[in-house]
Every structure is written in C-alpha cells, then in structure tokens.
C-alpha cells in the first residue's frame, strides 16, 4: 500500500453549514449562497453533499468514519483536515487555527476514535500556539508528499514558517516553502488549492509561483522519484482542480485499487489529456458538492486521512502500550489532546 493514499477517512456531517464571514477576507474562493436561499436550505444542501461524498468514497472501498456536529456556532467544520492530520508510526498532530470561530472544530470525539481503532503512540498539539497569532492549518496549509516526505507550503497568515518547520522537525519533513499568487497580486490563503501529490501524479498551479527558480525546485522535487506532474491552469484552480486527493480503496471483490477524490466541478474544469495522466494511476471519483464549496474549500478538505494502523479485531480500545504506560503515570494526559505533546 502506498504511504501516500489512505485507505479511511474522517468526514465531519455538520447539521448548519454556511460561508464563514471571519474567513471571507482573505480566502479569494469563498462566496456568499445565492440570493434568497435560507440558512435553513443551505445547510440541507450541504447536508445532502457531504452524504454523497461519503457514499461514494464507501462505494470505493474506503473507509469513512463519520461524525455528525450539531454545533450551530461551528459554519466551517465541514473542513477537518485543517485541524488534524494523521502519519504512519501512530503519530497525530492537532494545529493552530487562524479563525477564532474555527478553533472550537478541535474535538476530542475524533482523537478518541483514533485511539480506540488505531495504533496512536503520540499527539503532537500545536493549537497552543494560537494566542500568538502563530498559525498553521494543517493539510490545508501544508501538502504533504508522505513518500518523499516534504511539506509544500505556500505562505500565508495560514501557514507560519516557524510552525511548519517546528512540525518537520518533529514528524520528519523537507520544508518547501514558497509564494504562490493569483493574478490579480492576492496570496493563495491554503496550498491545498493550488496542489494535490498523490503516490505516481501531482496537480499543481506552477504558473501561481511567481519566483521562477523556485518554481522549477517545486517541479524537480515533485518529479525526483518519476512522479509525473500535471500542470494546472489560475482558471482551474478557481474550479477546485487542485483540491482532490488520492485514496486507496478496495473493488468489490477486495483487490486494492487507487482514487483520485475531487468534486465533480473540478473534473469538467480538467482537459482530456490531464485527465489521461491521472487515470494513469487512480481512478477519479468526482462528486457534486457546490454548496460546501461556496465556503471556499472542495473534495480535500472535507477529507481527514487516516494514515494509522489499525487495531487488530478484538484487542480491547486504547491507546498503545507506550502511551498507556504515560497515562497510567500521570492521569492528566488521558483525555488525548495532551498526550506526548510537544511544548508548543
């Protein structure tokens, strides 16, 4: 199995969604619901949305752990991968978040269920951060190749460089930071926009980073181990092309098979040949989510991967050994979220 492509996923299924006026100033994808459309039928649409997606990631063969947020104060939950991301060895990191509205999306419920199903040895939590005014959101911040193992990260009040190094100092990652625009001079807010490293293909917006020397760093990096590499168009990135992920599943008679998740506007935004090259691969599963994406975010971040092993059947739930010993020891960090953390 490729290090790259999770095989389950986390999906939040929030009950009130909306576009996040604290987010709107610097996220240039965001848009506001159509004209006399209720809050009340929005969120039904964006309901009915995140059902499809899970349906068809199960339909695949993945498998999608789903939690339900009856939090009405909470528009942007629909996004986990902002908050959390998983990495083989048991390790999980909980980030700093830039919205203040946002930071209350951190939940103890998801952390208990990777310890419950899966080997955790430690949490890192670097939401302590936040008061600072030190940011990195995640796998929205950062795009990380788990194979070459290098964090892509485009600059932004979203993705502090000091956090981004202090995470790949801890969870063993090249740094790749860059600039990345649009044309109209506005800083992209979260690289998982402009690009998407799967095991043997990357999307990317190459002609978004203004510095050529390091556009051409970027497009070596990539490409080191034969990776091929599609090069996206401004106009695509604003149709979400971007923002897909790679997943593995299973065919209905248990043979592996790799996926490329998007949303279905992304899709019909890419030319034959793209497509070609992706298909080369994975098999691209494309799902209508229009009203999650009036929030500014597609198919990727709706998607926490789950790159843990899991718990073989019938062990009793908990965390591994290692960190069992640390709870017995001090009761405190039992709730998870302090558990093995680094002094953030």
């Known amino acids: 199995m490729s290090a790259q492509a999770p095989s389950a996923v986390i999906l939040i299924r929030a009950e009130r969604f909306t576009p ?19 809050e009340v039928a929005t ?19 993945v498998r999608v752990h789903v939690f339900d947020d009856t939090d009405h104060t909470r528009p942007d939950s629909v996004f986990p991968n902002n ?15 830039y919205a203040s509205n946002r930071r209350h999306e951190r939940r103890a419920d998801v952390l208990e269920m990777l310890k419950s199903d899966y080997r955790v040895q430690s949490i890192i939590d670097y939401s302590g951060l936040e008061p600072d005014g030190i940011f990195l959101e995640g796998t929205g911040a950062m795009v990380l190749d788990h194979v070459s193992r290098v964090a892509y990260t485009a600059r932004s009040y979203r993705a502090d460089i000091a956090v981004l190094e202090r995470f790949c100092t801890d969870f063993t990652y090249e740094p790749m ?14 690289t998982n926009v402009i690009a998407c490293v799967g095991t043997d293909v990357a999307m990317i917006a190459l002609e978004m980073i203004p510095d050529e020397a390091r556009r051409e760093q970027v497009r070596e990096r990539l490409s080191v181990n034969g990776r091929k590499v599609v090069e996206l168009t401004e106009q695509q990135v604003r149709e979400f092309a971007g923002n897909a992920v790679e997943l593995c599943g299973r065919t209905p008679e248990g043979k592996r098979r790799y996926i490329m998740a998007m949303s279905a506007r992304a899709h019909r935004s890419l030319r034959p040949d793209q ?56 009761p405190a960090t039992a709730d998870g979220r302090d558990v093995g953390l680094v002094d953030a």
């Open 275 to 330: 497509i070609a090259v992706i298909e080369e691969s994975c098999e691209i599963v494309a799902v209508e989510i229009p009203t999650i994406e009036l929030a500014g975010g597609s198919v990727r971040c709706m998607i926490a991967g789950v790159h843990l092993d899991r718990r073989p059947p019938g062990r009793e739930p908990g965390l591994t050994e290692a960190v069992e010993a640390i709870n017995e020891a001090d």
């Open 177 to 190: 930071a860059f600039d990345a625009f649009d044309s109209g001079g506005v800083p992209v807010y979260h």
């Open 43 to 61: 969120s039904a649409h964006a309901l009915a949305e995140m059902d499809a997606l899970a349906d068809a990631l199960r339909d695949a063969g």
């Open 20 to 38: 996040n006026p604290a987010t709107a100033a610097d996220n240039a994808f965001q848009a506001d619901a159509p004209p006399g459309q209720s």
């Open 83 to 97: 908050w959390l991301s998983t990495h083989a060895g048991g390790y999980v990191a909980v980030y700093p978040m």
